[in-house]
């Protein structure tokens, strides 16, 4: 493993200079993390004296430009504390956590589509809201209303939730049903609501139709 100290000074130069003879990277034969770091704690590209450091320095610059352009604008370094503030702050980065040049992983993949689907989530439940008042009729007086509220009821689903009731006489002796529910318009349809649900198997025992008196956006 090489070791490089004092970067910001002639002798460290004179390290890096030496063990870049022959090569064109600080390890193996292509950029890695470790060019990084030791360019990180060199405040400059190296004068002539040092030829292997400066085309080092230059390669790896033109690179890092490369995959991020444009010129920093927030941030100010005096001249002097890069080094030091530098080459502490890229030693002690784990390996695993800095990947310029490397491909998007499947853990990469999988937080970017978690991230979308809350945003999507959240989306939804910022969506519209609505009032709606329903009536629900039986087949016929001996209908027992009890069971058929509690039908009603038991249907659940995202976005939908039952309010306050009352029975209403409607003539020889039958009740209709009068229900508030409130819905979420992007997540339940009201025609699909009575449809696939209040009108149907197990429900339709007791309901025979559904019937919307007030639609009301909230």
């Known amino acids: 493993m090489a070791v490089f100290s004092d970067l910001h000074t002639a002798d460290g130069l004179k390290t890096l200079e030496a063990h870049l003879a022959g090569k064109t990277y600080v390890s193996g034969d292509a950029i890695t993390k470790d060019d990084i770091k030791v360019f990180a704690a060199v405040p400059s590209k190296p004068g002539a004296e040092f030829p292997n450091a400066a085309r080092w320095y230059e390669t790896i610059s033109a690179a890092l430009a490369s995959r991020f352009p444009g010129k920093a604008v927030s941030v100010n370094l005096p001249a002097g504390s890069a080094p030091a503030a530098a080459a502490p702050a890229a030693e002690a980065e784990d390996d695993d956590d800095l990947d ?119």
């Open 100 to 218: 310029l040049f490397g491909d998007e992983t499947e853990e990469d993949k999988k937080a970017a589509d978690e991230r979308a689907a809350a945003k999507a989530s959240s989306k939804k439940k910022e969506s519209g809201k609505s009032s709606v008042l329903m009536d629900v009729k039986p087949w016929d007086d001996e209908t027992d209303m009890k069971k058929l509220e509690e039908a009603v009821r038991s249907v659940q689903m995202e976005g939908l939730t039952w309010g306050a009731s009352k029975l209403v006489p409607v003539g020889y002796g039958i009740k209709k049903l009068t229900i508030m529910l409130t819905i979420v318009d992007d997540l339940v349809s009201v025609d699909s609501l009575i449809e696939d649900h209040l009108t149907e198997e197990p429900i339709n025992e007791y309901v025979q139709s559904c019937d919307i008196v007030a639609f009301n956006k909230i």
